[in-house]
């Protein structure tokens, strides 16, 4: 009897490896509209391959880029739902969620530069908003960089009254649709994805993106005009479903921080570089003309864009204002 219960027990320990091993893994699925090649691309890559390193493969991550599993329209009710668990939204997408205090970061030449983003990312502003998400069922994880915006057109854009009755592409941002009304523009929120689209067909005259956006999406090829103008900064949230990520287990979910931290670190440390680089590749192709502010340019940019903020008390409330403008040493009116 006793001969067989070792040989029992035995065949059982033998057997745990495979059934292991025959285990699925933990699946998550990670949607983003911006392309590979991005700095955000390269993050959401990175992080796949420092997870399933550090899990031992326990836990595989399906990277979906260029909105090819959900429109950036979809993807936060998505989220919410569990049908996907991890996201990088830019952080104007919270405003339908009735948390319009992430608008306050896309205040115009409100970073002086993307280390001054990243050290209020990680202080008490970045940590305040990331507390708004819960109610809804979302956890924040880390803050990636994509640097400054540019804009462009169909024709030079140096002066306040260059704007005017111009289309501009936004991604929902009251706070980019207010400064762009100051200047005289018309604004018109639209998914990343139909953005080259509109500007080719001439549904919108022109856009505000990043140098990386604009060389992976192509958007140079079909805008006469890029100002060089770094007015407004360009940051996303990794976020995932609070339920799907507290019930994993402890162990797994300390190996998934730790592969978020570095890829976070990562991340930001490439995104200045590369868009740069992607500011090079676009000069070099030639299809668009690039023009960049004089001190007195940006000076007339800076004073006709003001006005933003003492309207930005009205739509994203005192206290994160008084937040920034602490963290930041700004002043708010």
């Known amino acids: 009897m006793r001969k067989l219960l070792f040989a029992v027990a035995a065949a059982a ?12 893994p933990i699946v998550i699925k990670f949607s983003h509209v911006v392309a590979n090649d991005t700095p955000k691309g390269k993050g959401a890559l990175k992080f796949k391959e420092l997870a399933e390193k550090y899990t031992d493969g326990k836990v595989k991550i399906e990277v979906y880029p260029n909105s090819s599993l959900y429109k950036d329209k979809e993807e936060i009710e998505a989220l919410q739902l569990g049908s996907v668990q991890m996201l990088a939204p830019s952080t104007a997408k919270f405003a339908p969620l009735g948390i319009k205090e992430f608008e306050a970061l896309d205040l115009p030449w409100l970073f002086k530069d993307d280390a001054t983003y990243s050290s209020a990312m990680k202080g008490t502003v970045g940590k305040w908003l990331f507390q708004k998400l819960e109610a809804k069922g979302i956890s924040g994880l880390a803050y ?6 540019m804009v462009s057109s169909s024709r030079p854009l140096t002066k306040p009254e260059d704007f005017k009755g111009l289309k501009f592409r936004i991604s929902g941002s009251k706070i980019a649709d207010q400064y762009f009304r100051i200047l005289g523009a018309i604004p018109q929120i639209m998914a990343f994805s139909e953005v080259y689209q509109a500007l080719q067909t001439g549904v ?13 999406q ?3 090829e079909v805008q006469k005009d890029i100002t060089v103008s770094y007015h407004a900064h360009l940051q996303y949230a990794v976020i995932v479903n609070s339920k799907f990520w507290s019930g994993l287990p402890p162990d797994i979910r300390t190996q998934l921080e730790k592969a978020m931290a570095d890829a976070t670190e990562y991340t930001n440390q490439i995104a200045h570089q590369e868009n740069e680089d992607a500011l090079a590749e676009i000069k070099k ?6 023009h960049y502010l004089t001190d007195a340019d940006r000076k007339a940019w800076q004073e006709a864009m003001r006005p933003t903020y003492a309207w930005a008390k009205g739509r994203v409330g005192q206290e994160v204002l008084d937040l920034v403008a602490k ?7």
């Open 218 to 220: 192509k958007f140079y």
């Open 144 to 149: 990636w960089d994509n640097g400054f915006h």
């Open 285 to 290: 192709a030639g299809k668009t003309q690039l």
């Open 327 to 333: 963290e930041l040493d700004v002043k708010m009116n």
């Open 204 to 216: 919108v005259d022109g856009c505000e993106n990043t140098a990386s956006n604009y060389l992976t």
């Open 13 to 24: 320990f033998a057997l745990a490896p495979a059934v292991a091993q025959a285990q699925s």
